[in-house]
């Protein structure tokens, strides 16, 4: 799983930490660094070409002065420009002593004279505003629009959240070293890191067996071998049953997008439950494989021991009788997906879930957008937290999976577990798309993945499902588009 870890900050500096002590010096590892930034820069820029060297007096800095001294022995005309000199007797001050050519200072910094600049000023362990003649720096490199290589992170970026500490560096690409970092998948921090390259600088992976990283990249390695191709002697039941709640005439497609999901990522069997008198609606459309039937009551659809998996939400109707269902279902021993209108049922009353899933054992996943997330959680956390700790608190407090979706979607889990998607496209934004995923899960759910990694495949599969349908999909495509997309898990 190592190359699905994601490291903050600090966990970083505990790597670095650990290598220094298992004999690597501090300066090796910056000078590492500095030689991965300029094997980067390189790419593409013809002999000669004119490079701007960014370079604060940390560590990010040292970095950027082995870079430029690189660059300068391969040809490349450099010219390096500093916030401030390096603090004496570090290891930014010697690598320093690499350089040995002139040292501007940052006021003297033309952008438009440079075929690409670097950016080695402030790092990824900011915290503070950037303001005064750094920020004043920033606005100006970002207003040439030059291409920009940054060095672990655009300056201004949070490396733990993504957020911009008041003003940050639009990049092209971006070097980090060893892991990325959260800030590096979760918006606004992903779409001004561009491409981020990983480079290796001899930090050996077991060091991870000691910081133990709960946050990842949403990758196969993740969860990929939990979805087995199944056997040519298994029957339908063991590849699990999933019943879908169905809400009345108006939402038909809600609930019959989510069933079509759950039967192609591999339930072998799907029924909807439909109220009597929106039957014929349901099923005056396939496909043929689903199955339908008459819900009389909740407890008939619940007496068939095999239906081993539930979803509530997609157009259910919001109100008393789905909140009643909701807590119903949390009784049951089934694993079960909540989503939209089963949410949104307990706007400002994240509460009463809270104390139904207290004494649950099944699994259970919630799949909320924002909105959702803010009616749900209303007066039950702070809001102006990053993203990823509100899905970390929220899962722990509802006792279940949390799926926060987005652009920047995170899964997180009740033992602190999380991971950050980064496939999906944008044009899943669209009517259905997350019917669609919440009946994926639900099917991975019935075929008995554990909660995390059904809602982590979940996701992952659905924007590879948005990919493979192309532009101009319509949910519809999703389900249709899976069959082509798990094939990556042959190769996991």
Same mark, same amino acid.
């Given at each position: 799983m190592h190359d699905a870890d994601l490291l903050t900050t600090a966990q970083m500096r505990e790597a670095d930490r650990l290598a220094m002590a298992a004999g690597i010096a501090g300066l090796t590892l910056m000078r590492r660094a500095g030689q991965a930034v300029a094997a980067v820069a390189q790419r593409g820029l013809r002999e000669g070409s004119a490079i701007g060297v960014l370079c604060g007096p940390g560590n990010n800095g040292g970095d950027g002065y082995v870079a430029a001294a690189r660059l300068r022995g391969l040809g490349f005309a450099v010219r390096l420009f500093a916030l401030a000199p390096p603090r004496p007797e570090t290891d930014a001050a010697r690598a320093a002593a690499f350089w040995g050519g002139p040292v501007e200072h940052v006021a003297a910094f033309q952008p438009e004279a440079f075929e690409l600049v670097i950016d080695a000023l402030l790092g990824a362990g900011l915290t503070r505003m950037v303001s005064g003649e750094e920020a004043a720096l920033i606005a100006r490199l970002n207003d040439a629009e030059r291409p920009v290589l940054a060095v672990d992170l655009p300056s201004g970026v949070d490396g733990d959240t993504g957020a911009v500490r008041g003003v940050a560096v639009k990049a092209q690409r971006c070097v980090t070293f060893f892991r990325a970092k959260p800030g590096h998948f979760l918006y606004p921090g992903r779409a001004l890191a561009g491409v981020v390259d990983v480079a290796d600088i001899g930090i050996e992976a077991h060091v991870l067996g000691s910081i133990k990283p709960l946050t990842f990249a949403n990758l196969p390695a993740l969860w990929g071998g939990h979805l087995a191709a199944g056997t040519a002697t298994q029957h339908k039941y063991a590849r699990g049953h999933a019943l879908i709640i169905a809400g009345g005439r108006e939402g038909a497609g809600a609930a019959r997008l989510a069933a079509r999901a759950a039967l192609r990522i591999g339930?072998?069997?799907?029924?909807?439950?439909?109220?009597?008198? +929106?039957?014929?609606?349901? %099923?005056?459309?396939?496909?043929?494989?689903?199955?339908?039937?008459?819900?009389?009551?909740?407890?008939? !659809?619940?007496? /068939? $021991?095999?239906?081993?998996?539930?979803?509530?939400?997609?157009?259910?109707?919001?109100?008393?009788?789905?909140?009643?269902?909701?807590?119903?279902?949390?009784?049951?021993?089934?694993?079960?997906? @909540?989503?939209?209108?089963? @949410?949104?049922?307990?706007?400002?009353?994240?509460?009463?879930?809270?104390?139904?899933?207290?004494?649950? %054992?099944?699994?259970?996943? !919630?799949?909320?957008?924002?909105?959702?997330?803010?009616?749900? !959680?209303?007066?039950?956390?702070?809001?102006?937290?990053?993203?990823?700790?509100?899905?970390? $608190?929220? =899962? $722990?407090?509802?006792?279940?999976?949390?799926?926060?979706?987005?652009?920047?979607?995170?899964?997180? %889990?009740?033992?602190?577990?999380? =991971?950050?998607? +980064?496939?999906?496209?944008?044009?899943?934004?669209?009517?259905?798309?997350? /019917?669609?995923?919440?009946? !994926?899960?639900?099917?991975?759910?019935? $075929?008995?993945?554990?909660?995390?990694? =059904?809602?982590? +495949?979940?996701?992952?599969?659905?924007?590879?499902?948005?990919? =493979?349908?192309?532009?101009?999909?319509?949910?519809?495509?999703?389900?249709e588009a899976l069959r082509t997309c798990l094939d990556v898990l042959d190769k996991v």
């Open positions: 339930a072998g069997l799907v029924t909807l439950a439909v109220p009597p008198e +929106a039957f014929a609606t349901y %099923a005056a459309r396939g496909p043929d494989a689903l199955m339908f039937r008459a819900m009389t009551s909740l407890e008939d !659809m619940l007496h /068939d $021991q095999r239906r081993n998996a539930v979803l509530i939400g997609p157009a259910h109707g919001v109100g008393p009788a789905t909140r009643a269902a909701v807590l119903h279902l949390m009784a049951s021993p089934r694993a079960l997906v @909540l989503d939209a209108d089963a @949410l949104t049922s307990f706007a400002g009353e994240a509460a009463l879930l809270r104390d139904a899933a207290r004494s649950r %054992a099944a699994p259970c996943i !919630m799949t909320p957008h924002e909105g959702e997330f803010a009616r749900l !959680m209303a007066g039950s956390l702070d809001s102006t937290q990053d993203k990823l700790s509100r899905a970390r $608190q929220a =899962a $722990q407090m509802l006792h279940g999976v949390v799926v926060l979706k987005g652009a920047d979607t995170v899964i997180a %889990a009740p033992d602190g577990r999380a =991971a950050i998607n +980064a496939n999906a496209p944008p044009w899943l934004a669209t009517a259905g798309s997350g /019917d669609v995923l919440a009946g !994926m899960a639900t099917g991975l759910l019935a $075929q008995g993945l554990p909660a995390f990694e =059904a809602a982590c +495949a979940a996701v992952y599969l659905h924007g590879a499902a948005g990919r =493979a349908a192309g532009r101009g999909l319509i949910a519809d495509d999703l389900p």
